[in-house]
């Protein structure tokens, strides 16, 4: 009954803790993120929308609220694009350091607001963020970025832009080209 109750603990505990360090950092951020959680976007998405975007080891790639990185990863894997991730909410930012760090995985990851930084350096644009976020992302994005970049929302649209394509993996995930 004991090693029973031991091993529960053992097994329970670090997941307490785990959910515990989510649930504070959610928190934290909740005002400045809008509403936009730590949720990943699920690799079959991340697959297709690889498969359709250009990229190269050239390409200046940014993932706006990275969450744990997993889209730089994937991206770097398939076509060796060393890409900028933005992360405020610390527990996604220590895990997309954790993992670039565990797999020698050459991106960086920026601990900082993506409304404050200049985006114009950006070929292509990644982001999985809620639609209030995204009504001041949109403005933002079509001010700073350069004509012919590439922006990929999943899940939801950006307000005002014109979708050159539109993928259903399960959700959708809208293709935009600054014009
Ligand atoms: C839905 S998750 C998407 C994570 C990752 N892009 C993915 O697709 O797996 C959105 C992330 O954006 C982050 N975020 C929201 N607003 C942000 C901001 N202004 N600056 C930096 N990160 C932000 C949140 O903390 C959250 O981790």
Redo the contacts with the bound molecule.
């Keep these: 009954m004991k090693v029973l109750l031991a091993a529960i603990i053992l097994v329970l505990l670090p997941l307490a803790v785990l959910k515990l360090c989510y649930a504070i950092s959610t928190v934290f ?1 909740l005002r ?2 809008k509403g ?6 699920s690799r079959a998405k991340i697959k297709a929308i690889l498969e359709a975007l250009p990229l190269s080891p050239e390409t200046r790639l940014a ?1 706006l ?3 744990d990185g ?2 730089l990863r994937a991206a770097f894997k398939r076509y060796g694009v060393k890409g900028v991730g ?4 610390p527990w ?1 930012y220590f895990l997309a350091r954790l993992w670039n760090f565990l797999g020698r995985v050459p991106v960086e990851v920026r601990r900082k ?3 404050q930084e200049d985006l114009s350096r950006y070929d292509v644009v990644f982001c ?2 809620f639609p209030d ?1 995204l009504l001041e992302l949109a403005p933002k994005l079509r001010e700073e970025l350069r004509p012919g970049a590439v922006v990929v929302s ?1 899940n939801f649209p950006l307000p005002g832009w014109e979708p050159y394509l539109v993928l259903h993996v399960g959700d959708p995930i809208y293709f935009y080209r600054k014009t």
């Excluded at 936009?36 to 976007?41: E, I, W, Y």
């Excluded at 933005?86 to 909410?89: K, L, S, T």
């Design positions: 951020v400045k993120t936009a959680l730590f949720v990943s976007t993932d609220g990275c969450g997993r889209f933005f992360e405020i909410n996604a607001n993506f409304l999985y963020l976020l999943a």
